[in-house]
């Protein structure tokens, strides 16, 4: 049965937070869209499967994996959700004075600073990085953050995903494009392995594709995951209410199916891959041993995302933080003791990343507010020795708000990932990017040259699907006059219509196909676009 009722579209706060009351409706507010994103997808799929660990947001099976790719690195994230204060994180030991001043109950002690240099230092409670630093094998970023920066959660954490500048909504993430452009073909290939992978929490804007679609898989247990996978059974999509629960009920149900597919790879590497050194029970940790085992299992996804949360320290921080740090330092140490046992070390990179940083001052209730810029970790053999970079924050000259200037702008660090360690074009780092910056040379990243496979890639005809209400349109630019057929097919790979069948000349097109003209139902779809310079795809959702 189905209730009729309004559709709320609540929008998110404003650019900054002024009081409490703000702080917490930027903590309540979601969109319609980050409800199912974040929430509807993950927490129906459990429901509609049993109540498990297990939770998968908008899983894609049908994806090529990266498999048959020219590299086999490996890009860890490590989220620091709340923003993570970086000044009681990386200690100015160069103005420690007015640090001093500014943070007289919060701040670390001198005699508990550990340091990294004469003008840095981590509190004694991240003594476990000491030795990957003296190893070279880790490297602080100061001053990171963006222009016009915003203090909201969930916008500041949609535009360090998206690489987006603060004045501009894009829903799809940076690494969601990156996918995008690597795996053009993913209907006529099914993967075996998903080509990205989140191990806890919940969704982020980094995975999405152009068409809102989250090419990560979301997972709690693997173990588990497969036990579903064997007792479960694969739902009806097209046995469902004719009304707006129907709707979202077959959408959730497509997303379980896909979930299934990945169930038994995922728990065959995990059973293959065995920890060889003792994590620590916690939160961040528990994900990364997961990570550890599916990496030396041979899964071949080279990207994974993990979340530590409790960062947003606006009272009592040094109750909080200092047991956070430990346990990302902790995290991170066993991580790579862990995988140099396999000698996989060498072949992964991790980096933190938080929404936004603190004030410099400490509030009446002896925590921190939201700030600007913060220190980046970076961590793995491939850094090839420890260093600083970036300009040290200077704790005398604020911007407009009194906030740490940024020096090094956060999407820096993504184009020198993708260019010095992920191995792209710079072209297709700036298309990835939506504009050009400058990549970081002190990192030390080092790639091998471009394979004919990626330069043939890098050609491909630029194809999108957009969502305009009651249609969609496909938008595509012809380099030369060629024929081209675009036809459009449902999950089990069916021809359901033809939208482009023509000799075109070269320039831009536009063509807007109609759902209901094709009795489309809601659930995910592929546009295909096929021509001399070969077959490009692109997955979108009708809901």
């Known amino acids: 049965m189905c209730n009729h009722h309004k559709k709320d579209h609540p929008q998110r706060p404003g650019e900054s937070l002024h009081n409490e009351k703000a702080h917490q409706d930027d903590h309540s507010s979601w969109s319609r869209r980050s409800f199912i994103r974040n929430l509807g997808i993950a927490g129906g799929v459990s429901l509609f499967m049993g109540k498990t660990s297990v939770t998968a947001l908008a899983s894609n099976p049908l ?23 970086g000044l009681n994180m990386i200690i100015p030991l160069f103005d420690y004075g007015t640090y001093q001043q500014l943070r007289p109950s919060i701040r670390i002690p001198e005699n508990q600073v550990i340091k990294l240099s004469e003008a840095f230092g981590i509190p004694s409670h991240m003594s476990p990085l000491e030795n990957l630093w003296n190893e070279g094998q880790m490297k602080v970023i100061n001053s990171v953050g963006y222009p016009e920066q915003n203090l909201s959660h969930f916008r500041s954490s949609d535009i360090w995903a998206s690489a987006s500048d603060s004045d501009t909504t894009d829903t799809s993430g940076w690494l969601g494009r990156y996918l995008e452009q690597e795996l053009p ?20 804007l980094v995975f999405n594709n152009s068409s809102m679609n989250n090419m990560s898989m979301i997972v709690n247990d693997p173990q588990q995951l497969a036990e579903i996978a064997q007792n479960g059974q694969l739902y009806d999509v097209s046995e469902v209410p004719d009304c707006y629960r129907g709707e979202q009920l077959g959408y959730l149900r ?4 896909s979930t299934f597919r990945y169930a038994g790879i995922l728990s065959e590497t995990y059973d293959k891959g065995q920890n060889q050194v003792e994590y620590n029970i916690n939160e961040l940790e528990n994900q990364l041993s997961i990570v550890a085992r599916l990496i030396k299992g041979g899964l071949s996804t ?27 330092s902790t995290g991170i140490q066993n991580f790579f003791a862990d995988l140099q046992k396999s000698n996989d070390n060498k072949r992964v990179l991790a980096t933190t990343f938080s929404e936004f940083g603190r004030r410099i001052e400490q509030n009446a209730s002896q925590g921190t507010d939201h700030g600007a810029a913060a220190p980046v970790m970076m961590f793995g053999p491939g850094l090839e020795g420890n260093g600083i970079l970036g300009k040290a924050p200077d704790l005398h000259d604020l911007d407009p ?21 992920l191995c792209i074009e710079k072209a297709q780092v700036d298309a990835i990017l939506g504009q050009s910056f400058d990549s970081l040379p002190d990192l030390g990243l080092q790639c091998s040259p471009i394979t004919a496979t990626r330069q043939h890639a890098m050609a491909r005809i630029p194809f999108r699907v957009l969502y305009l209400g009651d249609r969609f349109r496909v938008q595509y630019e012809l380099p030369q006059a060629m024929k081209v057929n675009i036809g459009l097919y449902n ?44 077959k490009t795809s692109r997955q979108f959702i009708y809901f």
């Open 401 to 421: 708000i009194g906030n740490l200037k940024f020096d090094i702008d956060f999407r820096q660090i993504y184009a020198s990932i993708l260019e010095h360690w």
């Open 491 to 534: 999950l089990s790979a069916q021809r359901i219509g033809e939208i482009v069948n023509a000799y075109q000349q070269a320039g831009p097109y536009q063509v807007d196909f109609y759902p209901k003209q094709l009795n489309m139902i809601p659930g995910q779809y592929v546009c295909t676009l096929q021509s001399i310079s070969g």
């Open 63 to 85: 994806l090529k994996a990266l498999d048959n790719a020219d590299s086999d690195r490996i890009l860890v994230l490590i989220r620091l959700k709340g923003g993570n204060d």
């Open 185 to 204: 073909e993913f209907l006529e290939n099914p993967p075996e392995h998903p080509p990205a992978v989140q191990i806890g929490g919940t969704g982020n």
């Open 254 to 257: 497509t997303v379980a199916n």
């Open 302 to 328: 080279r990207l994974y995302m993990v979340t530590l949360d409790g960062f947003d320290t606006h009272a009592a921080q040094n109750n909080i933080q200092p047991y956070l740090l430990n346990v990302l």
